[in-house]
């Protein structure tokens, strides 16, 4: 039986490239886990161009697929950098961490994949983390003069300033926001607790009531009597057909379109085959 070769490399598990990732890095790993099946590398903020390098050169993960950043506004370096590696050779994808503030820069890895430019643009626009070495370093997914940085945790989801076009002025001008309206709040309380606020018609349970009862012991009281009974008995509509029908048709009635005259009855018994399936000699011309 002739064996299939297939161009794409067998798939690498993550364990069978840790340790030999972990000794090539040495005192720079400052942690190494298995997250997802995927090997997950944490060195240390100076030394990630030549980790990347190291990986690039020795280890075979020859693409840098994509930069991202996290926020941890608890920690106090609040951001993470991960970069995202590929080995074409091995089938294999890592990830690499670094931490660092806002104040200090990481250095750049533009020398070992020109696509870190736009990467890293990327992420100092979301983030605000600045990269050492990048030549290029400018906002890249938001408009000129944003102010801030949309994806930090203490950013607020409104925003500072809020873009339309003024038809005054005819071009697009740049204001602070401006809420619609309040925000609503909203009472989550069970109906059968009650809320704390009058609903409509709720005001007719602090009605006083009645000591006696509403009683209607006179005609008088319900509208009825004497006079009422014989306006009711007066007809205002018009007498039916049937009580001034006559037996003679009305004036201008239409003419009868046929006239024609009765059968006789069928000769035998309807059980009988041929009776019952006599022909009609009006039909049948005979």
């Known amino acids: 039986m002739a064996t299939v070769l297939h161009s794409a490399p067998k798939f690498t598990p993550a364990e069978d490239v840790k340790d030999a990732?972990?000794?090539?890095?040495?005192?720079?790993?400052?942690?190494?886990?298995?997250?997802?099946?995927?090997?997950?590398?944490t060195?240390?903020?100076?030394?990630?161009?030549?980790?990347?390098?190291?990986?690039?050169?020795?280890?075979?993960?020859?693409?840098?697929m994509e930069m991202a950043?996290?926020?941890?506004?608890?920690?106090?370096?609040?951001?993470?950098?991960?970069?995202?590696l590929l080995s074409v050779t091995k089938n294999h994808r890592l990830l690499v961490k670094v931490s660092t503030d806002e104040n200090t820069p990481v250095p750049t890895v533009t020398n070992l994949f020109p696509c870190a430019g736009w990467l890293e643009r990327e992420v100092f626009d979301m983030y605000g983390v600045l990269f050492q070495g990048n030549t290029d370093l400018r906002r890249i997914l938001t408009d000129y003069g944003f102010e801030g940085h949309p994806f930090r945790k203490d950013f607020p989801l409104s925003g500072y300033q809020e873009v339309r076009?003024?038809?005054?002025?005819?071009?697009?001008?740049?204001?602070?926001?401006?809420?619609?309206?309040?925000?609503?709040?909203?009472?989550?309380?069970?109906p059968w607790e009650g809320a704390e606020y009058v609903l409509p018609g709720d005001e007719k349970a602090d009605a006083p009531k009645s000591d006696a009862p509403k009683t209607t012991e006179k005609p008088s009281d319900t509208g009825a009597g004497k006079a009422t009974d014989a306006k009711a008995a007066e007809k205002k509509s018009h007498a039916a057909p049937a009580q001034t029908d006559k037996g003679k048709d009305a004036s201008g009635a239409p003419d009868a379109t046929e006239d024609r005259p009765g059968k006789a009855p069928r000769e035998g018994d309807t059980t009988d085959t041929k009776s019952a399936t006599e022909v009609d000699k009006d039909k049948s011309g005979s």
């Open 165 to 190: 076009y003024s038809e005054e002025e005819k071009r697009v001008v740049y204001e602070p926001v401006t809420l619609a309206q309040d925000f609503r709040s909203f009472d989550f309380m069970s």
């Open 69 to 84: 950043g996290v926020d941890y506004p608890q920690r106090l370096e609040r951001f993470e950098v991960v970069y995202m």
């Open 21 to 41: 990732i972990v000794a090539s890095l040495g005192a720079v790993l400052l942690e190494a886990k298995i997250v997802h099946e995927e090997l997950v590398l």
């Open 43 to 64: 060195v240390k903020r100076e030394s990630i161009e030549d980790v990347i390098r190291t990986l690039r050169d020795e280890h075979e993960y020859q693409q840098l």
